[in-house]
């Protein structure tokens, strides 16, 4: 007789983990709070109050200044970004109570990360090397070396390499005379320099 409770809470005991009570699955936009599933606050509102069993999430909108750009439970809004102009930044997009202010940068200039949150100057060519790809508001520029036949004098962040062009009246020129007798001397600046025949020298 002893036996019997003692199986009974056994059995007792197996039969209350075969019957678990199922879990609450939530649909989407939707989570689970004291066994209850509430509405996630839409973009753009934050939330005040969990729900119970009749209201819904108590939400309001945020301020003007912040925003919320996802389905949340957030007690909080997010602060608006600052375009610091100390920084070379300008807005490009304001921001909305569901999306956030888009940054970028004053002409000139580049932004120094994908979130631009701080700016750098175009580099400039130096001599001897044109631009390659001219640069964006958030990629520098890309320069090359002038090849044979090209030329460049100048530092610049727009200046492509030019071709040499040709001066046939003077004795030193940045490109190659077809007349001449010998082939001029060039560099990457683009100066050429002629060497005088022995006939010419001699006048």
């Known amino acids: ?22 879990s ?36 309001v909108p945020c301020r003007k200044g912040e925003f919320l750009n996802t389905w949340n439970r957030e007690t909080r809004c997010h602060q608006h970004k600052y375009c610091d102009p100390n920084l070379g930044l300008r807005v490009l997009m304001e921001g909305t109570l ?8 004053e002409e000139g200039q580049h932004c120094t990360s994908h979130a631009c949150e701080s700016c750098a100057l175009h580099t400039e060519c130096s001599p001897g090397s044109g631009v390659k790809q001219m640069a964006t508001g958030t990629s520098d520029t890309i320069c090359e070396p002038c090849p ?7 530092s610049s962040a727009f200046e492509k390499c030019r071709p040499w062009t040709r001066f046939p ?6 490109g190659g005379d077809s007349h001449r007798d010998r082939d001029p001397t060039c560099h990457l600046l683009g100066v050429c320099l002629y060497q005088k025949s022995d006939q010419e020298a001699k006048r």
């Open 24 to 59: 609450t699955a939530c649909r989407e936009n939707q989570y689970l709070v004291n066994s209850q599933c509430c509405d996630l606050c839409q973009p753009g509102k934050k939330m005040v109050n969990d729900c119970t069993e009749h209201p819904k999430t108590q939400c």
């Open 1 to 22: 007789m002893v036996g019997l409770p003692l199986q009974c809470v056994l059995w007792g005991c197996l039969l209350t983990a075969v019957h678990a009570e199922p």
């Open 98 to 105: 569901e999306t956030d202010t888009t940054c970028t940068c």
């Open 169 to 174: 009246d003077s004795d030193e020129s940045p």
């Open 148 to 154: 044979v036949g090209f030329f460049s004098n100048v």
